[in-house]
């Protein structure tokens, strides 16, 4: 079974950072692209931040580029995002979720542009 | 203010019809057939229910399809049931930004 577990959110002054973590588990997580995605309370989503399956490809989103990093730990299964200098509109929950694929059978990536599997997400607010 | 467009709530009956909009652009919606719908559950995790304009992934009901026309998406669900009441997000990729997708703003479906 397809698991995503966030961790790491909470509480933090304007201008502070927090790492959030994302564990996984059943599935070979270095054969998948992640991505971010959050949830302003009471509002939509919105795609945040993802990386390559290798780590050496990163995309954010416009409002969060030289202030946030994708990172991860293929040998852990685990995907990070550091938030550094965050402001009230950071204020969300966070989710990763699970992006595309290379099949190697095919020479194509599948599952391009939408997400088969979501975390549960963690809070994050953003408040003196 | 979300990149496309959902109605805020729709409603039905259990065993009705009900039918999710999702307007965009010829950059996004229109122009591509990359566009998704999730269902939200408050406390759960969200579910992919629809990807590439009306393709169902393994598990989910048959009660759910999608379409496209134009500029617009559509969820359909169909013989609507209790379990059904949650929110509905569409999402696309989109050629006018450097954001990977796009959402919209999300609509709640009540079963009355």
């Known amino acids: 079974e397809v698991q995503l577990v966030e961790s790491g959110g909470g509480l933090v002054q304007p201008g502070g950072s927090l790492r959030l973590s994302c564990a996984a588990s059943g599935f070979t997580f270095s054969d998948y692209w992640l991505s971010w995605v959050r949830q302003a309370p009471g509002k939509g989503l919105e795609w945040v931040a993802n990386?390559?399956?290798?780590?050496?490809?990163?995309y954010y989103v416009d409002s969060v580029k030289g202030r946030f990093t994708i990172s991860r730990d293929n040998a852990k299964n685990s995907l990070y995002l550091q938030m550094n200098s965050l402001g009230a509109e950071d204020t969300a929950v966070y989710y990763c979720?699970?992006?595309?694929?290379?099949?190697?059978?095919?020479?194509?990536?599948?599952?391009?542009?939408?997400?088969?599997?979501w975390g549960q997400g963690t809070l994050v607010t953003v408040s003196s | 203010q979300s990149a496309l467009t959902q109605p805020a709530s729709v409603s039905g009956s259990p065993g009705q019809s009900i039918t999710i909009s999702c307007t965009g652009t010829s950059s996004d919606v229109g122009g591509y057939n990359y566009v998704s719908w999730y269902q939200q559950h408050p406390g759960k995790a969200t579910k992919l229910m629809i990807y590439d304009v009306s393709n169902r992934p393994s598990g989910v009901s048959n009660r759910f399809s999608g379409s496209k026309s134009g500029n617009t998406a559509s969820l359909t669900i169909s013989g609507l049931q209790a379990e059904d009441e949650a929110d509905y997000y569409c999402s696309s990729y989109t050629s006018s930004s450097t954001a990977y997708v796009v959402f919209g703003g999300g609509t709640k479906l009540t079963v009355l």
């Open positions: 979720a699970r992006d595309r694929y290379y099949d190697i059978l095919t020479g194509y990536y599948r599952g391009v542009y939408y997400f088969d599997y």
């Open positions: 990386i390559k399956q290798d780590g050496s490809e990163k």
